[in-house]
């Protein structure tokens, strides 16, 4: 587990770095998303794309009023949701599920429910290191005990990619209601295949 979130911390690292100095050309090169790769070649380009919370982990909604965790959380896209090599290459998700989502130990007294699907973009800052941004999606929280019912805009939502994980360290969403407290997401996704951000 430790391992896991050195890999989280190396990519958010670097992906902060990245934003500090500037992303220039150079350095944002072609993005492809692979099964297999061979030195900067992909030999198996990916269609599809499967994350879920790693091992051990949940997702945090951070707000002013009350921290919410959910057990499990699924990200998929699949179809023609991934495109061809691109700079940024698109990935728009099919699927984005939050379960057994709660403030209490019973974890069922919220429910966080996916609007409009995310289309978002993938860019390659590193060999298997990168950025997803999403360019539209949005998410609603319920309940938790306070009657909430508040709407979050995911466009502008930029977490790290890398190590064949996708790290939200504490990144923000747009409220869209007036009397609904800030948000923002913690947790480590990963994929169970063998897939890479490449050249």
Request: charged share 15%; glycine share 10%.
């Amino acid at each position: 587990m430790r391992l896991i979130k050195m890999f989280g911390l190396a990519a958010v690292a670097a992906v902060a770095a990245m934003a500090f100095v500037g992303v220039t050309p150079a350095s944002a090169g072609n993005t492809q998303l692979c099964n297999t790769h061979k030195v900067l070649t992909c030999s198996n380009a990916a269609t599809d794309l499967h994350l879920v919370l790693a091992s051990g982990t949940v997702l945090k909604l951070l707000t002013s009023l009350v921290t919410v965790l959910c057990l499990n959380e699924l990200w998929e896209s699949s179809g023609a949701g991934v495109g061809a090599l691109g700079k940024p290459q698109r990935v728009d998700l099919t699927v984005k599920t939050a379960t057994g989502c709660g403030t209490t130990s019973a974890h069922s007294n919220c429910t966080f429910t996916t609007e409009s699907f995310p289309d978002a973009t993938l860019l390659k800052l590193g060999l298997d290191e990168g950025s997803l941004e999403f360019l539209s999606g949005a998410m609603r929280l319920q309940g938790c005990g306070l009657g909430l019912n508040c709407l979050y805009d995911l466009e502008g939502f930029l977490v790290a990619v890398g190590a064949q994980h996708v790290t939200l360290n504490e990144a923000p969403v747009t409220e869209l209601n007036k009397f609904c407290p800030e948000i923002t997401f913690d947790a480590l996704l990963e994929t169970l295949e063998n897939r890479f951000v490449l050249q």
